[in-house]
């Protein structure tokens, strides 16, 4: 198996990268499509050196004993820092976790799974299953088509353009912010604790909808929602369309917005994926 102990600038080339795990404690990572030769380019580094390693078409970026399931609780005072570029073809999946990284990916049609302590990571144009976990770090996202799952204590989500065949978001007290198309059958779940949650979905629209909040505002741009009178909580319920989707979003004292996009809702650049079975939503 090659292996390359990188401690200065440098540039690797690879026939084939079938697969990508990246592990960055602190600096920049951005992961690119492209048509050409997949590379890995290490613009600047500083402490301790990067481990990379390709094996029968896995392509691995990171430091010894950083590892992805523990990726969450690495809050030691470290100075590893770098700066990397990977390109991969479209269809490459990819694992990403960073520390305090700040991370991009672009162009990417078989999703994303990453993880993020206090970390901003932005996807544009990623299609399929999207599963981001972060602890305070914020996930934006621009033109993502399929199924986002998004857990957070703290972070921020925001999505901007795309076509969603669900979302799922778990947060305590970060801002959700989605404005965004919902595919055919598609499902919105979110959940929050004092975080405010504003969506902006296209008029014709087509979903069941409940909003609720036990001691947020809780409003609606769509004429055919009514409020749920309840005492000691505000709920606002109803069809958009046939209700053949579904969006529940539930909070305890965070404000709940449902704005209304004026026109019909854009097409998709491709058919997205089906959600994997294990991001169904449970409010269906």
Partial sequence: MPHWTVDEPTSIDFEDVTA?????I?????????????????????????????????LTIGYEALSW?????????????????????????IQLGVVSASAVVCGLSAGAAVKGVSSEITLDG?????????????????DVDGAVRFKSVSGDLTLAGGWLTRLEADNINGQIAADVGLAAAGAMRISTISGDVTLRLPADSDAMVRLHSTSGNVRSEFGSLRPVMSPGSHTVSGNLGGGSGNVSVNSVSGAVTLLRRPGRRTTPRAEPPRAEAGMESETR
């Avoid at 399931?69 to 999946?93: G, I």
């Fill in 126 to 142: 990623v299609t399929g299953d999207v599963l981001a976990d972060t602890i305070s770090g914020a996930l934006e996202g621009r």
């Fill in 20 to 24: 990508l795990q990246v592990r960055l």
């Fill in 26 to 58: 602190d600096g920049t990572v951005a992961v690119l499509a492209t048509d050409d030769m997949p590379s890995v380019v290490v613009s600047d580094i500083r402490g301790r050196p990067l481990q990379v390693s390709y094996d029968d078409g896995t």
């Fill in 69 to 93: 399931e523990r990726l969450l609780d690495w809050l030691k005072p470290v100075h590893d820092m770098a700066a990397v570029t990977v390109t991969v073809p479209a269809d490459c999946p």
